[in-house]
Structures are given as structure tokens and as C-alpha cells.
């Protein structure tokens, strides 16, 4: 079946440094990966995303790369700030159907 | 508030007891989602809804959960005969109608968290 999975799942980084997630996933057909920021006991918020005919995309300090080819996309967050401290998921969402699979979630740390 | 709403926030029930969650998604969208989340793991899919159809359900979902959307606006999810294993955040999420230049974005409401003693 559908599976992502997504690694780190705990991730600390001093602030300024760069931070990278990186997620795989099974079904070759899917065509949207969306990646959402989560802070503790609030809903999951939309932070970029990419389709699947483009290889990159950018905003500000986040970054999402796609490689079909190894089924694979990876999000980088550049200049990292204490804000940027929460749990982050990816997601895939198959072709032919609006079901998404999400990520197990980094817990991603930035020490100040 | 035109973000997707919904209700209750907290349910505290007891073991074997059924409860309903209702969801409100944003007016224009019809494709409506139910989620489940436990602590440290990411959303788990369980259904959705496209206008009033329910497209697609979970495999890994029991029989004693049901999800309704008579109108193809709000929808309800019920569980029945609750368990311990049911406790969890269930969230509700909305997209809008999909075109060759439209959204596949997913907006979240704030959860149901329910805790099954």
C-alpha cells in the first residue's frame, strides 16, 4: 500500500544553522507533496509545497526539492530561528485519488 | 471565522460509550477529510468526502466508525462503542474544487480531542 516515510524523527540544530527532512515515498504515480509545520496543540499549518512536474521550489528560508526518480523530496530551512522549532510532516497525495499519506514527523529542534 | 471549524474541542467519554464529532469546512470547498492523531505520529487518514459522496475510507478503519455528509457541507463522525485505543486528536481538514490551475491545498481545523477512560 500507500506508505511515506520521513526522517529525521528528532532533529536539533543551533539557530543559524541549516536544517534538511527528507521524506520517500512509494506510490510512483503521486504528484503532490506538501509539507506542514505543526506547533504543540495547534492544527497543522501549510508551509510550502511542490507538484510533481517541477524539481524545486522557494520561499524565503524554506526550500522543497523533488526527486522523482528515487521518489524522494527533502525540505531545507535555511537561517534557522527559535520560531522554527515544531514538528514538521510531509505528505504524498497519489494520482487518481485526493487521499493523502502523511509522515511519521520530525520534531525538529533550533537551540538558541 | 471562515477557516474550517470544529466540535466539540474536548470529549471525555467512557468506555463503550458513542460519541459524534461535527466538522465545519470552509464554504467553498468540497472535498472534506477526516484524520486521526496520536502523540508523536502524523495525521492518519480515515475518510473523504467529495460534495456529499464518501470517496475513499480507510481499510485500517473499524466498523464502529462512521462518517456522514447529508448536504456536502458539514460532517459528522461518529464512533460506536468506544475503546481506549480510540483516544486520539481527530482532525478535520478542506479542499477546494481541483481545476487544471487549482489548489490541492489542505486547510486543517483545530481538532477533536478525545479521551476515552
Known amino acids: 500500500g500507500e506508505n511515506v516515510e520521513q526522517h529525521p524523527s528528532t532533529l536539533s540544530v543551533q539557530e543559524g544553522d541549516s536544517a534538511v527532512i527528507k521524506c520517500t515515498y512509494s506510490?510512483?504515480?503521486?504528484?503532490?507533496f506538501p509539507w506542514y509545520k505543526q506547533e504543540l496543540g495547534k492544527r497543522p499549518q501549510l508551509i510550502i509545497d511542490i507538484r510533481s512536474n517541477v524539481g524545486e521550489k522557494k520561499d524565503q528560508r524554506i526550500a522543497v526539492t523533488l526527486n522523482k526518480t528515487a521518489k524522494h523530496f527533502s525540505l531545507h530551512i535555511t537561517e534557522t530561528q527559535p520560531e522554527d522549532s515544531a514538528v514538521y510532516f510531509c505528505a504524498a497525495l497519489g494520482s487518481g485519488t485526493y487521499k493523502y499519506i502523511f509522515g511519521t514527523g520530525t520534531r525538529l529542534k533550533v537551540l538558541a | 471565522d471562515t477557516g474550517v471549524s470544529q466540535d466539540p474541542r474536548h470529549k471525555i467519554t467512557k468506555r463503550g460509550q458513542n460519541v459524534t464529532f461535527r466538522c465545519d469546512p470552509i464554504?467553498?470547498?468540497?472535498?472534506l477529510y477526516w484524520y486521526r492523531q496520536t502523540l508523536g505520529q502524523g495525521p492518519e487518514f480515515l475518510t473523504y468526502f467529495q460534495n456529499e459522496a464518501q470517496l475513499e475510507k480507510s481499510r485500517l478503519l473499524s466498523d464502529r466508525f462512521s462518517a456522514e455528509r447529508p448536504k456536502g457541507s458539514f460532517s459528522t463522525l461518529e464512533i460506536q462503542r468506544t475503546e481506549q485505543g480510540d483516544s486520539a486528536m481527530y482532525l478535520c481538514?478542506?479542499?477546494?474544487?481541483?481545476?487544471?490551475?487549482?489548489?490541492?491545498?489542505?486547510?486543517f481545523g483545530p481538532g477533536t480531542r478525545l479521551t476515552v477512560l
Open positions: 481538514a478542506s479542499s477546494s474544487k481541483v481545476g487544471l490551475a487549482g489548489s490541492f491545498e489542505q486547510f
Open positions: 506510490d510512483s504515480a503521486s504528484n503532490y
Open positions: 464554504s467553498e470547498h468540497n472535498r
